[in-house]
């Protein structure tokens, strides 16, 4: 185009100067938009969720001195010169099992049989592994030397009670939770996950698995934005399918009981674009037409206490503009890194990659023999350009593109398993 | 140890002699489990799952030539000439919608107004941008040429009718829900979850949040397993806390509903580690004790059609041995890849990590300033080093261990956000 229509180019620089830039609105996103209000979560549930609130151990792990391995536990200094050729031998007079502690005192020249975690005994001071022991009636062979403390686990030596185990803002992970529960914690305060309504506007959408007429398309992004949006850790409020009709809009808009609305669909700039003129009308636009291809038609705003981002109806569009700002704010609410949740990783590109200074393009790639080979870039509505691709490059504005075998970010999609 | 015992090597290695390769444990669940029965599962709850079949598209999609772009449909071959300087005038005759076609037909020298995702009408096969078209009574002025074909989306261009669009064992990312329900479908087959079943046993155990004797610990592997589980796409048919108690852990495995029985503790070889007796009466084991450190004592085997997995009581074992064993069992039940979910990173060693030949190692790191530092190995039942750490590194069985400054690859905890 830049080509062959040189006469009109000032007209579509006027277009672009009226767009905001990509990292104007990502500024927005970050100062404008806090963690949620924290909630009690039960043990559970608190895998993957965000703490509100430093958490400090109100007990020690253990709370007593304890076996760290099966056998026999007895005065360590008893057992120098023990060999295998040279066993010493114990008397054998009881065991102690994990909550089942002996109890009676270990005398010199005395052992007890103990299981790993089973409570130290009074008097014994080390554990002779089993398979340096050999039992017999009521005595136990030891054939080699363990000094005083050996595979003793100390009282507190995991968690001291008073320490902080975990700090505000840390996302829990398996052994986290293991952590919490080893300490007798049951439930936790973590922020709240932010409620998502996701609105799929336009008169010619229908259901999947329902009837279509010929000049009816099934609405692919409201199962696709409900699919991003749980990846975000986001509660689906409602998802709704809408005509392209004021009422209809402003109403799905007001409604109470999201913290984000995610209108796809009538956020351009069109006769039946109701969307940015109705978050206009009662509430802030913030952005509206950004600097980026895919998704220039985006923008975001707010009504009251509700975000609301407007993503463009076609399909490509819509994913990359939830990715780069829904997505973002999102993650923001729930307490998680804003940053893309996307594995990274380098390749050299396969294809030239064109894009325009003043312009951020999200270029769809497959990864192939370690290359990077850009997929046809034009059609925001190719749904299945981003199926076919592992991943997606984002040329920054001031740059033209990249040459053939240029060392490019690949941010890859699922980073499933 | 090993410098202070020299007299004992053969002791210890005559228990390494018994214990299982690491690799045959890896092996026979690699061959031996497969994924589960498929189900039919909505479209709202696709995402995440493994399609147990292909699915082809019923219909093209698009279904109907129709509009890239908001602005005028004409005959491209009637705007040549056309320029800022020297701009074509056309009759307006009507417009467009997405689901409300134009009736009639663009005759030459007329156009109508259009909108992005509209039917494209007959007579016309070009779309000329709004930017470059200004509207004023019943007409509009064209200040470019658009070629035939310009700006028109071709019915098709996305997904042709019988076309195959995503195959069977394709793990389902977010916009490949979004094509699903592009072309209609509403539900597909995907792989079962496998339904987990997790057995804390253990006298001492106690539910965290309750009160707790001081030789009673709280039970942090059932949340822990819970939460790995999940990560794995299990679903938790149970969770059960039982005494060292052979009938209460016959009843727990037992018990039909369970794909997977994860039991933790009592998998030694000690007095009261009833579970690898219990399995070899009634099913088989597989394997019991493995060359490794920490989860020696670790095993597996079958129970009727349930795979049982018995994994150390101390915390720090269980969740290796799930990571090396019970995960990737899941994983293949699940119809997911087997390898390790982690993401993985190479970092220099800050310090030596010191193995044994024979013996695979799991070792916690932390990585700070791009370098990996071991955490204190010692200690199965330090649960807080695995918080403390960012992750792990594999000490494989022919290796003694590894200088300072060797690169090695870190395996991330959970590689959120």
Redesign the interface.
């Known amino acids: 185009m830049r080509d ?2 040189p ?2 180019a000032d ?2 620089m ?2 672009f100067s009226s767009r905001a830039r990509v990292a104007t609105a990502l500024d927005w996103i970050e100062r404008n938009v806090r963690a949620l209000a924290p909630e009690a979560v039960a ?2 549930h ?3 969720r965000v703490l509100a609130a430093d958490v400090t151990s109100g007990l020690d ?4 001195d304890r076996a ?1 391995m ?1 056998g026999y536990a007895l005065r360590g200094a008893e057992t120098v010169g023990a ?3 040279n066993p010493l031998v114990f008397e054998l007079r009881g ?1 102690a ?5 002996y109890e009676g005192v270990v005398l010199p020249g005395t052992a007890i ?1 103990i ?3 089973a ?1 130290m005994p009074e008097g014994a001071d080390a554990i002779v592994p ?3 022991a050999r039992e017999c009636d009521e005595r136990v062979e030891v ?3 363990f000094a005083t403390g050996k595979h003793v ?1 100390h009282r507190a ?3 001291r009670a008073g320490a902080l ?2 700090q505000s803002g840390r ?1 829990l ?15 936790a305060s973590v922020i709240r996950r932010p409620r998502v309504r996701i609105v799929a506007s ?4 229908v ?4 009837p ?1 007429g ?15 949006a ?2 975000d850790g986001a509660l689906i409020e409602s ?1 709704l399918r809408v005509r ?1 009709d004021r009422p209809a809009i402003r109403e799905a808009m007001l409604a109470p009981g999201a913290d984000v609305v995610l209108i796809s669909g009538g956020s ?5 674009d109701h969307a940015p003129g109705l978050l206009a009308e009662m509430g802030e636009v913030v952005i509206h037409g950004i600097a980026m291809r895919p998704s220039s038609p985006a923008g975001f705003g707010r009504l009251n206490d509700t975000l609301v981002f407007l993503l463009p ?3 490509v569009s819509c ?1 990359c503009a939830y990715d780069f700002f829904a997505g973002r704010a999102l ?1 923001l609410l729930g307490g ?2 804003a ?1 893309w ?1 996307h ?1 990274r990783q380098r390749a050299a590109l396969k294809r030239k990659i064109a894009s325009a200074v003043g312009r951020v393009d999200y270029c769809r790639v497959r990864l192939t023999g370690g290359e990077a080979e850009p997929l046809a870039l034009s ?1 925001a ?4 350009s ?2 076919r691709a592992d991943g997606f490059v984002i040329v920054p504005e001031e740059s033209e593109g990249y040459a053939p075998g240029s060392e490019v970010c690949v941010y890859c ?5």
Chains 1, 2 share one sequence.
């Open positions: 062959s229509q006469a009109v007209v579509r006027r277009g043990l559970d608190l895998y993957g792990v253990p709370a007593f760290a099966d060999g295998e050729y065991a099992l994990p909550g089942r502690p049989r299981m790993t975690g409570p089993a398979e340096f054939a080699a030397p686990g030596e995991d968690v185990i975990m996302r992970r398996a052994q986290d939770v293991g952590l919490l529960a080893s300490v007798g914690v049951d439930a336009g008169d010619e959408l259901a999947p698995g329902g279509k010929i000049y009816q398309i099934y609405d692919a992004n409201s199962p696709m934005l409900r699919a991003l749980a990846r998802a392209d351009s700039v069109g006769a039946e109806g076609n399909p994913l993650r998680r890194a940053d949740p594995r059609g509505s190719i749904l299945s981003t199926t999609y699922e980073a499933f398993g």
